[in-house]
């Protein structure tokens, strides 16, 4: 096997230094580690000396003094409810950079901003869809965004080497680019992110009381659901903060198939409420079939299922003759049982190839169910 | 693969056979291949003779036919629906057997075979924690019950040689045996279960009508707290039927919650609304921490992540090069997403290799999150 490096590494960096970082928590520190392993300079600074003295000794970059030349572009990492004021700042003080930040609502801080007369020339706002439930440079990894979808929001007047310069960060980091209004990066982060954070949090809300009979008997389903509950709450405050009214819609929204739900079971004599809690559970295993990177229910793709053996070696080999067979895999899943001899390899694959992906694969001696 | 018992084969078996199980799906069939795993005879029916041969070719157990013995024991694992029909004719049938079943709800069987009149001092109902997504014999596994809580519900009536009997069989497939009442069965897995599906079901339903780009944000949050919404709509229509009143009280505490988060975060000028907010969301993070074994979804396997390049040759390489390094690996699912180079193959793997593994693969040129 040869030391080079596997996934994007190898390609050359777009973003041309020097970068600097406000704010050096998670996403800060995770911005400065990615870029220096790309070979680009990053200057950090940060309110509180000891998050910058960390970040730094992290390796995320080093802490900006005033001898350093001005920044080519400037990255806002702060909490939420100081984005704007960094980004004001920032555009004032490197009035050459292009400057932009990664909070996850768009919306209040540009409209802020604009509110105050700031020249927004020089800002892209964007966000990259990434984070932890613990905050902070010490948990900080550079490959944080790798593959990962990153928002820039964009408008007419924004210049095309202010946009160049921040894709290019974000490609260098590893993100996907997606370009959105802010209007609709907020009502979708809103959808995708923050009803799920307020939904699972107030699921565990309810476990505080419990018995511990009852917590004794938690299984996959209740840790899955309700790990995000974790999360910073006074960093969740902001966020929900800063984009009250598409989340209160879809928590309105939420509550109501909640109540309906809980009305059909409790008097499930009533006509159609059966079917009612039926079309609820079944409009779930749609959505959540809608997404992208789901096992599973995908409909874009076709499943084969292939017996194996239930050795390394023999999933090994499997994939290898896939791609000697010009199969492109567009994901897999690995069924075993221990107590069985045999495990199935489930493959997703264009529906097209199906058909003769099994005919080849049988021809080669796997067996296909 | 050798023939040699894995996993708690050493120990010798508590239960004597021969074991008859009624219902050759996912629990069935896991008890089939775990008591089978330990020696003792197990025989299978089902309604469908497709899913009982399924199951008897999966090393389950072999069909019964009416020339074998009477069974010393009985477990019923149908549908929760036919549970009490099953649990009945197993009593006539077998009156020499002691009857348990396996059914998520546990009141509503034992009311309706109380008010038919039937002689339940053989039977025991019992509830292993245990479950997937997916269910069928296919999705079986011998260590499905494996440091799972095994809930038995005794009463005052039930002969000792009989719990004996049913708690062997709870040990002999790993689980951990937990003495409840019907009514705080009912209640806990209210709690810890059904209030969980409800709420995972209901917030993927909301992704149903959203646009392809909101859905192309999802994140680890979204995925977490929608799994389990992908379980079957009509097994999860008879379990929250069977269990009505508890259901419906927590969904109503738990939608009053979501009203009054809504309300707190419409109106945020509103005494004590900020408050309000933080509260929920600390309380979050308590109900989280109560939770045992919080790490990873499996506490049994370490999880280890794989950036691979998204083409199947890399996948397979990958496999190859861990079985060449002898790791073997318990589980695999791959995460990709759509538009990016870069995929992740999670690996899951015996903690105590998992150290190696992650450095000679890093050796290797791998990168590892």
Redesign the interface.
């Known amino acids: 096997?040869?030391?080079?490096?596997?996934?994007?590494?190898a390609r050359a960096a777009r973003t041309r230094g020097p970068v600097h970082v406000i704010g050096a928590g998670l996403l800060g520190a995770s911005v400065g580690l990615g870029l220096r392993e790309r070979g680009i300079d990053v200057t950090l600074e940060d309110l509180s000396p000891t998050t910058v003295a960390l970040a730094a000794d992290y390796g995320a970059g080093r802490v900006r003094t005033a001898a350093d030349p001005a920044p080519a572009i400037v990255i806002v990492a702060t909490p939420p409810d100081v984005a704007a004021d960094a980004v004001e700042r920032a555009l004032t003080s490197f009035p050459s950079a292009v400057v932009t930040d990664v909070t996850s609502v768009k919306l209040a801080p540009l409209l802020e901003l604009t509110r105050r007369g700031v020249d927004l020339t020089n800002y892209v706002g964007s966000h990259p869809?990434?984070?932890r439930e613990r905050g902070g440079a010490i948990m900080a990894?550079a490959?944080l965004f790798?593959?990962?979808?990153w928002?820039i929001c964009r408008d007419e007047a924004t210049p095309a080497e202010a946009l160049t310069l921040v894709e290019g960060v974000a490609l260098d980091l590893?993100g996907?680019l997606?370009e959105?209004t802010p209007e609709?990066h907020d009502?979708?982060?809103g959808?995708?992110?923050h009803?799920?954070?307020?939904?699972?949090?107030?699921?565990?809300?309810?476990?505080?009381p419990?018995?511990e009979?009852?917590?004794?008997?938690?299984?996959?389903?209740?840790?899955?659901?309700?790990?995000?509950?974790?999360?910073d709450?006074?960093l969740?405050?902001q966020i929900?903060?800063a984009n009250?009214e598409p989340?209160?819609e879809?928590?309105?929204?939420?509550?109501a198939?909640?109540?309906a739900?809980?009305d059909a079971?409790?008097d499930?004599a009533q006509t159609g409420a059966?079917r009612r809690?039926?079309d609820?559970?079944?409009?779930?295993?749609?959505?959540?079939?809608?997404?992208?990177?789901?096992?599973?229910?995908s409909e874009r793709f076709t499943t084969i299922t292939v017996l194996i053996?239930?050795?390394?070696?023999q999933?090994?080999?499997?994939?290898?003759e896939?791609?000697e067979l010009g199969?492109?895999?567009e994901?897999?899943?690995?069924?075993?049982?221990?107590?069985?001899?045999?495990g199935?390899a489930e493959i997703a694959v264009l529906p097209e190839v199906a058909e003769r992906a099994i005919t080849d694969l049988v021809e080669r001696g796997w067996r296909t169910?």
């Open positions: 096997m040869s030391a080079a490096p596997k996934g994007n590494g869809m990434a984070g990894r490959d790798v593959a990962r979808p928002v590893g996907v997606i959105m609709e009502r979708s982060v959808l995708v992110s009803l799920p954070q307020v939904v699972s949090s107030l699921l565990a809300a309810r476990l505080v419990a018995t009979q009852a917590i004794g008997l938690a299984g996959g389903g209740l840790r899955d659901t309700t790990r995000i509950a974790a999360s709450p006074e969740w405050m929900l903060g009250r989340v209160v879809l928590l309105d929204a939420f509550g198939d909640i109540a739900f809980a079971l409790r499930p059966k809690i039926a609820l559970l079944a409009a779930g295993n749609r959505g959540v079939g809608r997404i992208p990177g789901k096992h599973g229910s053996d239930d050795t390394p070696g999933l090994g080999l499997l994939l290898t896939l791609g199969i492109n895999m994901d897999l899943r690995l069924e075993h049982s221990p107590g069985a001899q045999i199935f169910l």
